[in-house]
T-cell receptor, first 115, second 114 residues
Framework: DAGVIQSPRHEVTEMGQEVTLRCKPI?????LFWYRQTMMRGLELLIY????????DSGMPEDRFSAKMPNASFSTLKIQPSEPRDSAVYFC?????????????FGPGTRLLVL | DQQVKQNSPSLSVQEGRISILNCDYT??????FLWYKKYPAEGPTFLIS?????DKNEDGRFTVFLNKSAKHLSLHIVPSQPGDSAVYFC?????????????FGSGTQLTVLP
């Protein structure tokens, strides 16, 4: 199993540009989570999906952030327009709710730097 | 309002000694607790968990203790090894319904000195 795959691993962009982060969950997992990690706030949940449907997006900072999951094997997190304060590491995670132990499996993260 | 708190941002211990990482929570609806370990440039990986019906869970060198009345849990690593040097996140999940989201603490950087 390849695990959760995220791309790109690193992204450097200028303020005002659109940024799209991508995630491929583990096959068969029915929940997908997007997190943001910063020094000040640690790991924050942004949004999560169940069977491709957004369940809770209360962690999304503002309207500049949007997330989609068009199918069970792909999700995107988009920031438009990006701002320097969006600089962070963004993680995607997935779980199989029918598994014997519900632990979230994380991808390697995307390190975003907005100049 | 942080519902899961790790008040020590860093901890250093000598190889072979015990490492104790602490975590406090405020939400009494949390019923399942987990510890994740994170190395640089990698995503967090699951380490050990405990249900609120237990007060201790052990897995090899790792033991998690839960004190529900104090809303406190701790992770003990004995003996500590240099490879244990990482950031450790405490996480909690609420009971009921289809909720699967975890609330994470801010993490504790553990450094095990050889």
């Amino acid at each position: 199993d390849a695990g959760v795959i995220q791309s790109p691993r690193h992204e450097v962009t200028e303020m005002g540009q659109e940024v799209t982060l991508r995630c491929k969950p583990i096959s068969g997992h029915d929940y997908l989570f997007w997190y943001r990690q910063t020094m000040m706030r640690g790991l924050e949940l942004l949004i999560y999906f169940n069977n491709n449907v957004p369940i809770d997006d209360s962690g999304m900072p503002e309207d500049r952030f949007s997330a989609k999951m068009p199918n069970a094997s792909f999700s995107t997190l988009k920031i438009q327009p990006s701002e320097p304060r969006d600089s962070a590491v963004y993680f995607c995670a997935s779980i199989n709710s029918g598994g014997s132990r519900e632990t979230q499996y994380f991808g390697p993260g995307t390190r975003l730097l907005v100049l | 309002d942080q519902q899961v708190k790790q008040n020590s941002p860093s901890l250093s211990v000598q190889e072979g000694r015990i490492s104790i990482l602490n975590c406090d929570y405020t939400n009494s609806m949390f019923d399942y607790f987990l510890w994740y370990k994170k190395y640089p440039a990698e995503g967090p990986t699951f380490l050990i968990s405990i249900s609120s019906i237990k007060d201790k869970n052990e897995d090899g060198r790792f033991t998690v203790f839960l004190n529900k009345s104090a809303k406190h849990l701790s992770l003990h690593i004995v003996p500590s090894q240099p490879g244990d040097s990482a950031v450790y996140f405490c996480a909690a999940r609420r009971n009921g319904g289809s909720a699967r989201q975890l609330t994470f603490g801010s993490g504790t950087q553990l450094t095990v000195l050889p």
